[in-house]
């Protein structure tokens, strides 16, 4: 009973690359929410998915930063042209579908996260 | 825009002690949740406990319990019999109804448990 994969653990790029960040949910889950925790602070939110839509991007950057959920695989965050400043550690987690549809009253379940560092 | 504050950044007890961490929170929503989450040195992020806002009695499992107050907007985490596994960043959360904006943390209190 797998739980939430996020992949990789460690992520190094060099200032101006790419990065891609992979989180598969629960089984089961359709709700997806993405969250950089910087250190010595709590997580922020950045995006809040379900099954090919975008419901909530309030917490992210407005340049450089995306996420999708696609019908088949993985939710993607995608950083552009990354910079020294986007190092952090980035948690995705995953929730059930709940009442109404939304994910607001099923507990939220979190992955290992992946740890980014920009050389 | 909701906002939660843990007032103590750093807590040290010694084990099988009780121990209270405090969190309040500020948010005009009426429906709303919330959660303590712990993240040991291994840094996954474990929900700990779970209160919704219109439930009166207190959540609690096993040795973790809350005292929730609605009307001061105070969510407080006790741990009883403290055990050396129990150190770890304990984050205080909301979440307003309907999941939109995510979850809330607070900037969390580092609890350390003395042998």
């Known amino acids: 009973n797998a739980g939430v994969m996020q992949n990789p653990r460690h992520l190094v790029r060099r200032r101006g690359q790419e990065a891609r960040l992979r989180c598969s949910p629960m089984?089961?889950?359709?709700?997806v929410y993405w969250y950089r925790q910087l250190p010595e602070e709590g997580l922020k939110f950045m995006v809040y998915?379900?099954?090919?839509?975008?419901?909530?991007e309030s917490g992210m950057p407005k340049e450089r930063f995306s996420a999708e959920f696609p019908k088949e695989g993985p939710s993607i965050l995608r950083i552009q042209q990354v910079v020294r400043g986007d190092s952090a550690a980035y948690f995705c987690a995953s929730s059930r579908s709940g009442t109404g549809g939304s994910g607001g009253n099923q507990p939220q379940h979190f992955g290992d996260g992946t740890r980014l560092s920009i050389l | 825009a909701q906002t939660v504050t843990q007032s103590q950044p750093e807590m040290s007890v010694q084990e099988a002690e009780t121990v209270t961490l405090s969190c309040t929170y500020d948010?005009?929503?009426?429906?709303?949740?919330l959660f303590w989450y712990k993240q040991p040195p291994s840094r996954q992020m474990i929900l700990v406990i779970r209160?919704?806002?219109?439930?009166?009695q207190n959540a609690t499992e096993n040795r973790f319990s809350v005292n929730f107050q609605k009307a001061a907007k105070s969510f407080s985490l006790k741990i009883s019999d403290s055990q050396l596994g129990d150190t770890a960043m304990y984050f205080c959360?909301?979440?307003?109804?309907?999941?939109?904006?995510?979850?809330?943390f607070g900037k969390g209190t580092h609890l350390i448990i003395q042998p």
């Open positions: 948010t005009s929503e009426n429906n709303y949740y």
């Open positions: 089984k089961g889950h359709s709700h």
């Open positions: 998915l379900q099954k090919e839509n975008i419901i909530d």
């Open positions: 959360a909301f979440m307003k109804q309907g999941g939109a904006d995510g979850l809330t």
């Open positions: 209160q919704e806002a219109y439930k009166q």
